[in-house]
C-alpha cells in the first residue's frame, strides 16, 4: 500500500512540474498512518509543495465537508482507472 500511495503521489508531483513549473501546491490529506510516513513528508517538501492535515470529523462541520466525503466515495469507485492528474480530472468532472 505504502509502495503504491508513494508511487502515485509521485507521478501526480512530476505531472504538477511539467504543467505548472515553478509552482507549488498544498495536498490535503486525511490522518491516515500512510500519509504521516516521512518519505511521503520529504516527496512533498522536496517538491516544493506544502501539505495539511484535515481536522478529525465532527458530524457538526457542516455542508462543505459533506460534499468533499461524497466525492471522495464516488472517487472510490474510478479508483484502480487513476493513473494520472488527467485521469483524477475526468473522474470528478463525471462526479459533478
Known amino acids: 500500500t505504502f509502495y503504491w500511495f508513494y508511487s502515485f503521489l ?3 508531483i512530476n505531472q504538477l512540474a511539467n ?3 515553478g509552482q507549488s501546491f498544498c495536498f ?7 500519509h504521516h ?6 516527496l512533498n517538501c522536496d517538491s516544493g509543495h506544502l501539505y495539511v ?3 478529525p470529523y465532527w458530524s ?3 455542508a462543505i465537508e459533506y460534499l468533499f466525503n461524497t466525492i471522495h466515495t464516488f472517487l472510490l469507485y474510478y479508483w484502480d482507472l487513476m493513473e ?3 485521469d483524477l480530472q475526468s473522474a470528478i ?4
Open 84 to 86: 494520472t492528474v488527467d
Open 93 to 96: 468532472e463525471s462526479i459533478i
Open 60 to 62: 457538526c462541520d457542516g
Open 10 to 12: 509521485e507521478r501526480i
Open 28 to 34: 490535503k490529506m486525511d490522518n491516515l498512518n500512510i
Open 19 to 21: 504543467d505548472h513549473p
Open 53 to 55: 492535515f484535515q481536522a
Open 37 to 42: 510516513k516521512a518519505a511521503i513528508f520529504a
